[in-house]
Nanobody, 123 residues
Framework: QVHVVESGGGLVQAGGSLRLSCTAS????????MGWFRQAPGKGREFVAG????????FYADSVRGRFTISRDSVRKTVYLEMNGLKPEDTADYYC????????????????WGQGTQVTVSS
């Protein structure tokens, strides 16, 4: 069983920054490809950023490229999503996901999910 937990959400003004954290337990941390998704009210869950199992490859949605950065700290067994230049349209519940290997930037490509953390960006 893989347990995924996110933290770090909150309320921030437009133009501000937040850092989300995610831990995945159950196997050796470096065995997972990781992804961040988000879901705004009334909308479907969409891909935000991803990281291959080795950490050698990163992937971003066009809407966040250049503003968000995904990274892994293997010592702390944590994946981060650094969000800068936040916009009101970034408001959503953010979910961390894990999978044995990188299969793609889709919801169906990840087997393990956290409960989500809320991010609200005020204008």
């Amino acid at each position: 069983q893989v347990h995924v937990v996110e933290s770090g959400g909150g309320l921030v003004q437009a133009g501000g920054s937040l850092r989300l954290s995610c831990t995945a337990s159950g196997r050796t941390f470096s065995s997972y490809a990781m992804g961040w998704f988000r879901q705004a009210p009334g909308k479907g869950r969409e891909f935000v950023a991803g990281l291959s199992k080795t950490g050698s490859s990163t992937f971003y949605a066009d809407s966040v490229r250049g503003r968000f950065t995904i990274s892994r700290d293997s010592v702390r067994k944590t994946v981060y999503l650094e969000m800068n230049g936040l916009k009101p349209e970034d408001t959503a519940d953010y979910y961390c996901a894990a999978n044995s290997f990188w299969k793609g930037a889709t919801v169906s490509a990840f087997d393990y999910w956290g409960q989500g953390t809320q991010v609200t960006v005020s204008s």
